[in-house]
């Protein structure tokens, strides 16, 4: 058991520090999966996106804590459409909670509309 602890806290410090080095990071739960498949393709936005970014309404940053550091509600999400599914991320964007709706493509993902 000893030796097993002591394997266990070196395995710890050594993929911690790993994953600072090189920037991966280790997603095994969904809400984490789900935010870095969208994270790792091309982002659109759509019309409604845009009319908030242009008035100031909604900025990078904010959309940058709901990719990143969203809740993904799974029960309100669709996630067995095809060709796109569709997820809703709940966050703060502007001091207030905010639901953003993404839609999932195989090759995009499309940032449709924020409800706040």
């Known amino acids: 058991m000893l030796g097993l602890s002591v394997g266990l806290v070196f395995l ?3 993929l911690k520090k790993k994953t600072e080095e090189t ?3 280790f997603c ?3 809400n984490c999966r789900t935010l870095k498949d969208i994270r790792s393709k091309s982002i659109s936005y759509s019309d409604e996106i845009n009319e908030l970014l242009i008035s100031q309404v909604l900025d990078s940053t904010d959309i940058d804590y709901f990719l990143n550091d969203g809740d993904v509600d799974f029960g309100k999400s669709d996630t ?4 796109c599914k569709v997820y809703f991320i ?6 207030k909670n905010a639901v953003l709706r993404v839609r999932n ?3 995009e993902a499309i940032l449709e ?3 706040f």
């Open 12 to 14: 710890t410090f050594f």
């Open 23 to 25: 920037g991966t990071e």
């Open 28 to 30: 095994y739960f969904p």
């Open 80 to 83: 067995k459409s095809e060709p």
């Open 90 to 95: 709940e966050g703060i964007a502007k001091g």
């Open 105 to 107: 493509c195989r090759s």
């Open 113 to 115: 509309n924020i409800l």
